[in-house]
């Protein structure tokens, strides 16, 4: 055999500068990039294998158009604004210098997307016009929390690359390389200097190969080589070569997949549990943002609209009192004018002045009130920003239909009677401004003071002054009878054309209050509750409103005439003057033909306004309907039971608990390992003449008695007691599953019974207004006080028509919230890719309870990548009606449930009508027929044969 002859040291000097120059590795985005790919193929991996797979891909790359975007690289960024303080300790800490290349990246001064704002939907006034599906998808793009949570998704799909690492095969390898110098006592006797090459890793072997298998075993088969030149001293080259394996393999302790598996079973089914649970975090998140996620009252998107609009309602209210004032100030200006044989005396007119100051002192409350409501309607607006990702410094408009059925009165006629308000104050304020000029004597034959006005220019002027103040209301009865007039005769047709639904759900609700009423320990007690509430004729209030309107057309028209009989007499007076120049008659004129005929036809305008905006209150009032909703507890709870991800979340969470015990178990037992390992080198400095009497085999048992096992005994029992706990814990989840939906389905019903409550108490705080209104007409026509209660009627009653919208208002967001949570909490709840929410309209349980939900896995089929059978499940517990109805035929929901006769009596369950079928602990052989027999059996395994290696050359 040729001697071996080393490679020239040349060669070998190279090598080992190649070898150095890849030691540093690859790039760092080569890294990152191969860590998102594993990643992102187990995130689809795992979205494959649910039942009901996401419908969008799980990534957590940021878009383009979000404030969280990095515009630089990834893996080399710049460093962002430090503490000038903190900066110092990059620079010299404890007096040795720093790091010198800290700012290599270059340096940032923003953790933001510079430009991100760019991309919101701005209007050309730079304001962000919100409504309820662009503020879902601006959401999506800005928030921090839907990030992290998909961020802690794929920190998830990490773990499980971690865990699959461990039985890969691992390679590590590596180089080492020395240059030893020995001085002359060192070496014995003759100084040496020699250069080493060899190979090195951080693994257990200087050049090895790692595997771990799902039985316990460990194996590592490795190789050592060292090539040495002596360089100066003795003239000699040695190389050797070693090759070895090892093989360990458990038999009692840490053997069995069981114990071998966890980890890696954990993180799987932890990632799996993760992508659920992100799924129902998807349409929590909707939630959130629509309708806020607290326990009270509505949040979110709609609970700033249901804010807005309460505020247009005191608005409303507010511009309402305002107008009662000027009422009340006009029955003064009256009484005041009046002859003394005609004034009722000075009582009635204190009287008149405690009205005033009462009404006064009401509207300064309610504006008051308002200052405070839209200060607390910014702040709730600013914290919605918040929620999305964005800055509350943004401005911001809300703009949405979804509850503009609830504004009672447009938004048009509303300001009819802000602008009838305000020309009612000027003309009241020149009606004062000419009783000013007039003054009192006391006539010589009736001994009593009369009203004398001398007719001056300056009274002339007065006149053709109020003359142009009354202008605008020929235009504005004109706007009136062809704008507001068609619109009001709209919201009549339209609560006709509702008229058959409504109808039917009256009906509904009629039967369900019938049957809830005669049960025992129903879901909601309506015994006390009237049954008057469903005896509402509503196709003749539907006649009703047709015929107030119709009178209503012609009063309205009317005033045309009116207002040019009016501009027509303040014009001769200004062109001509008076008829009579007696003083005392001009003032009697001008009170009766002006200033009088000028209140009284502003007043009745008013009130006809009035009566319009209440016509369209009440047929906008009675045209809304709720989206229906007919559902029972224990059908939703079977719904859920199949539907909900957390659900099966949780049933998949007791398990991994109820594993621990077996896993625990494992360490009680003892350490029995069989061992078998050996190694064959080289011969002389060949490194590859490797040769078996140079070689060695050795096998055997290493035995370790279970002794002392007090911490794994401990934590054997640890395991037993948290699972007793996670049991409690599946149980309490079950029965907070019941609570919600009981509680959920009993605020709908109750929220169908108010919100006809509510129907009638705005109905009957409109009709108050009403009537106070038509008191204070006959009043006047029969030339009588307001009475010592009118201001305080009047304000009684715009509040109780404030609270009465509010409240109906209230109740219909209240029941739009739950009737969301309720899709959420069955399970059934889907949405777009884009995130957006697809409206059921109706809760069908019909429907619902044929879908298969997360009862079916995934990965359905002959056979999965263990190429086993799929073992079923046993049969669960079921919720819901009993096959067998009392008349023979099968319930409604029969075909959810296996036919058999497992269902044995069981208590009646609050709020329906059905029996729970009892709970049975299931043995292999109550299976179903059809499917294979779970027998519990030891598989057989092939026998381990353990084939040692010929090793030759």
């Known amino acids: 055999m040729s001697k071996f002859v080393p490679p020239p040291l040349p060669f070998v000097i190279a090598i080992t500068v190649v070898t150095l120059i890849a030691a540093v590795g690859c790039h760092r985005n080569y890294y990152r990039r191969q860590a998102d790919c594993e990643a992102n193929a187990l995130l689809d991996e795992k979205a494959s294998h649910l039942s009901r797979p996401p419908n969008q891909q799980l990534r957590i790359d940021v878009d383009r158009r979000s404030r969280m975007f990095n515009p630089f690289d990834l893996d080399f960024q710049p460093m962002p604004l430090d503490d000038p303080s903190s900066y110092e300790y990059m620079q010299c800490v404890d007096g040795r210098r720093g790091y010198p290349l800290w700012e290599a990246a270059g340096l940032t001064n923003t953790a933001e997307s510079p430009d991100w704002w760019q991309f919101l939907p701005l209007d050309d006034d730079g304001v962000l016009v919100l409504n309820s599906e662009n503020a879902v998808r601006i959401a999506l793009l800005h928030s921090p929390a839907y990030q992290s949570v998909l961020e802690d998704l794929y920190l998830a799909a990490l773990d499980v690359s971690n865990e699959r690492f461990v039985f890969d095969t691992q390679f590590f390898g590596g180089a080492q390389t020395f240059l030893t110098a020995s001085g002359r006592r060192r070496a014995g006797g003759q100084s040496s200097t020699r250069y080493e090459v060899g190979p090195y890793s951080n693994g257990r072997r200087a050049l090895s190969m790692q595997r771990r298998f799902a039985t316990g075993a460990d194996l590592v088969v490795g ?201 009612r104050m000027r003309v009241g304020e020149f009606n004062v401004a000419i009783l000013e000029q007039a003054e009192f004597e006391v006539d010589e034959v009736s001994g009593l003071p009369e009203s004398r006005l001398e007719w001056t220019d300056n009274v002339a002027e007065t006149l053709a002054t109020l003359r142009q103040e009354l202008e605008p209301l ?168 199949v539907n909900r991800r957390d659900w099966a979340n949780a049933r998949a969470d007791l398990v991994d608990v109820w594993r621990q015990i077996e896993v625990r178990a494992d360490d009680l037992e003892s350490s029995l390992d069989v061992v078998f390992n050996g190694d064959i080198g080289n011969v002389g400095n060949n490194p590859l003449d490797l040769r078996s009497s140079t070689g060695r085999l050795r096998v055997g048992l290493q035995w370790d008695a279970p002794i002392t096992r007090l911490r794994e005994r401990n934590s054997y029992r640890a395991a037993l007691i948290s699972y007793e706990r996670a049991k409690r814990a599946m149980y309490g989840f079950e029965d907070d599953v019941w609570q919600t939906l009981r509680t959920e389905i009993r605020q709908l019903q109750a929220n169908r019974l108010t919100f006809e409550l509510g129907r009638q108490a705005v109905v009957i705080a409109a009709s108050q207004v009403e009537l106070n209104a038509d008191r204070r007409a006959l009043n006047e026509a029969r030339s009588q006080g307001n009475g010592p209660t009118a201001a305080r009627d009047a304000i009684t009653a715009l509040d109780a028509l404030l609270r009465a919208q509010n409240t109906l208002l209230g109740i219909f967001v209240n029941y739009e919230v739950v009737r969301r949570n309720l899709d959420l909490d069955l399970g059934t709840m889907e949405l777009t890719p884009e995130g957006l929410w697809i409206d059921p309209v109706k809760i069908d349980p019909d429907y619902l309870l044929s879908l298969p939900g997360t009862t079916d896995s995934g990965m359905i089929g002959g056979c999965n990548h263990c190429c086993l059978p799929r073992r079923p499940l046993p049969r669960e517990p079921y919720f819901g009606l009993s096959p067998i109805d009392d008349s023979g035929q099968q319930g409604m929901i029969d075909s959810a449930i296996p036919d058999d006769d497992d269902f044995l009596p069981a208590p009646v369950l609050q709020g329906s009508d059905v029996n729970l079928p009892a709970f049975e602990l299931l043995e292999p052989e109550f299976l179903e027929p059809e499917l294979p027999e779970p027998v519990i059996e030891m598989p057989e395994l092939p026998a381990a044969v353990i084939e040692v290696p010929e090793l030759s050359l």
């Open 474 to 641: 020929e235009t504005f009865t004109k706007t009136l009878i062809e704008e507001d007039l068609p619109r009001v005769s709209q919201d009549i047709e339209f609560f006709q054309e509702t008229l058959a639904e409504r109808t039917s759900q009256n009906e509904q609700l009629r039967e369900s209050y019938e049957e809830q009423k005669d049960q025992i320990c129903s879901l909601l007690d309506t015994s006390n509750i009237s049954d008057s509430l469903f005896d509402i004729e509503i196709s003749k209030l539907s006649d009703d409103l047709r015929a107030e309107y119709d009178v209503l057309v012609g009063q309205l028209e009317s005033y045309q005439t009116r207002v040019k009989e009016l501009e027509k007499s303040l014009d001769r007076y200004v062109q001509e003057g008076p008829r009579d120049d007696d003083p005392a008659a001009v003032a009697r004129a001008l009170r009766d033909e002006v200033i009088l005929a000028s209140q009284d036809l502003l007043s009745e305008l008013a009130d006809d306004v009035l009566a319009l905006q209440l016509i369209q209150a009440r047929a906008r009032t009675e045209s809304v309907l709720l989206p229906d909703v007919d559902i029972e507890p224990t059908a939703a709870v079977q719904i859920a039971r």
């Open 223 to 423: 190789v050592a080589n060292s090539i040495v030149w002596e360089l100066s001293g003795p003239n000699s080259q040695s190389a050797t070569t070693l090759f070895d394996f090892a093989l360990l393999q458990p038999l009692l302790r840490n053997a069995g997949r069981d114990v071998v598996m966890e980890n890696l079973t954990q993180s799987e089914r932890e990632l799996l549990a993760s992508v659920r649970a992100f799924e129902r975090f998807r349409r929590e998140f909707f939630l959130t943002v629509t309708i806020g996620s607290g326990g009270g009252g509505a949040g979110g998107y709609l609970g700033l609209l249901q804010t807005q609009l309460e505020i247009r309602n005191l608005e409303q209210n507010i511009a309402r009192q305002t107008e009662n004032l000027l009422i009340l100030e006009d029955t003064l200006v009256e009484e005041l004018t009046k002859l003394p044989e005609q004034n009722a005396g000075p009582a009635s007119i204190i009287n008149d002045r405690i009205q005033v100051a009462q009404a006064k002192s009401s509207l300064l409350q309610s504006q008051t009130s308002l200052v405070n409501a839209q200060a607390n309607y910014e702040r709730t607006v600013d914290s919605f920003l918040r929620t999305l990702g964005l800055p509350p410094y943004i401005c911001t408009r809300l703009e949405d239909p979804m509850l503009q059925r609830f504004e009672l009165i447009d938004a048009d006629l509303i300001g009819r009677r802000e602008q009838l308000s305000a020309v």
